[in-house]
Every structure is written in C-alpha cells, then in structure tokens.
C-alpha cells in the first residue's frame, strides 16, 4: 500500500501564497506520476498539476499556469504544490494521488491514479 498524507492547507486572502506538501510512503515503486487535484463544494474533482517522480514535463491546468508550481524532493519521498497569486476560485479541497502505471505520462483524469491522499483544505477570501 501507498500512503499519502498532505499539509499545508489554510485560511489565505486573494492574492496571498500557500505551498502544500505531499508526503509518500509505504510500498515503492520504480517511477511513478504524482498529481494534484481539487475538488470544491459542489463540483468534480478536477486536475491541478502533475510531476513525473524520476524526471520529465510537469503539467498544469490552464487554470493555475503562471501561478501554481509542483515539485519534488525525491530525498525527501515529498512532492510540493507552490501556489501564488491565489483566487477565490482555488478555494477547495486539495488532494495528491500517485499514478503507479505511468513512468512520465501525466494524466489529467482522476480514475487514472490508484492512491490517494485524504485532502487539505484551501480557503481563499476576498
């Protein structure tokens, strides 16, 4: 099994910054793809940004490009969501999951990740 636990989450005005964390462990894996999503009150889960974890292309949703920025630290077993320039619209739950079957594809579809975090929240007032 695969735990994810993430931190991070808050009470920011528009505009402000918060950087998540995501912290894997338990069963490993040769390479993985770590995401974030979101879901708010209301609405689908929806991607946010991906990172392969042995290297390669991030990927982001148009939404958060220029503002959000994912990382890992591979020492660590901990990935990171950067977000700047925060909007009401970001506010909702945020959730990190691992991909086990792909090695640098980043997949923008929730079904396609196996494990999952159980979610910080992200609340960002006007």
């Known amino acids: 099994q695969v735990q994810l636990v993430e931190s991070g989450g808050g009470l920011v005005q528009a505009g402000g910054s918060l950087r998540l964390s995501c912290a894997v462990s338990?069963?490993?894996?040769?390479?993985?793809?770590l995401g974030w999503f979101r879901q708010a009150p209301g609405k689908e889960r929806e991607f946010v940004a991906g990172?392969?974890?042995?290297?390669?292309?991030?990927a982001y949703a148009d939404s958060v490009k220029g503002r959000f920025t994912i990382s890992r630290d591979n020492a660590k077993n901990t990935a990171y969501l950067q977000m700047n320039s925060l909007k009401v619209d970001d506010t909702a739950v945020y959730y990190c999951?691992?991909?086990?079957?792909?090695?640098?594809?980043?997949?923008?579809?929730?079904?396609?990740?196996?494990?999952w975090g159980q979610g910080t929240q992200v609340t960002v007032s006007s």
């Open positions: 999951a691992v991909d086990s079957t792909s090695f640098v594809t980043v997949l923008s579809r929730p079904n396609s990740y196996e494990y």
């Open positions: 338990g069963r490993t894996f040769s390479s993985y793809v």
């Open positions: 990172i392969p974890w042995r290297g390669g292309n991030t």
